[in-house]
């Protein structure tokens, strides 16, 4: 039994199991070690059984894995962070400071990125487009060259909503021929 525990789970559950000698209904939660050393998080629920004497005979245990719920609170709590970044914005913020937690966002829900950003038409007339971007290092922007500025305005004028999860691989609109370095 106390292999799958590691040290501090092992006293959770003697603690636990001393409870239920006790006579204590409860629930807790602990985390199983597995043999690839990964650990699954589990919700233990237990009743002690009594005797017909009203001895303690031994108790019920019921076991829930409950990574689907962690993973769940995790992504809720990484959601509530944004919305409250996004709630302390203000008409002096500028793109940055949108996009500072967005990128948080992604590094702790471990999200692979490389490059992520967003484009800003300052002009539709001029065709003037600022891509704002940001990857591991900080937060950059570059007014894009016309040709790149009007497939950004040609896609809001559309309505059009593009995500590119990797332009090298995914060239669909032939891009990457228009840009230096590409």
Known sequence: LWAFFDEQNQALMRFEIARRKEGVTGAFEVSIVQPDDTSI???FSHTPLL???GHISG????VTDIRERREREHHQALLTR?????WQLDSTSGVVDLLRPLRNLLEDSAVPFRVFGVNIIESAEDVRVRAYTTGEAEFSSILLAPVHGSKVIEFWQQGEI???TDLHNDDSMSELQTWDGA
Do not use: G, I, K, W
């Open 51 to 53: 005797d017909r004497n």
């Open 59 to 62: 108790s019920f245990s019921m």
């Open 82 to 86: 944004l919305r409250q970044s996004v």
């Open 162 to 164: 593009v995500n590119r």
């Open 41 to 43: 998080a589990c919700l």
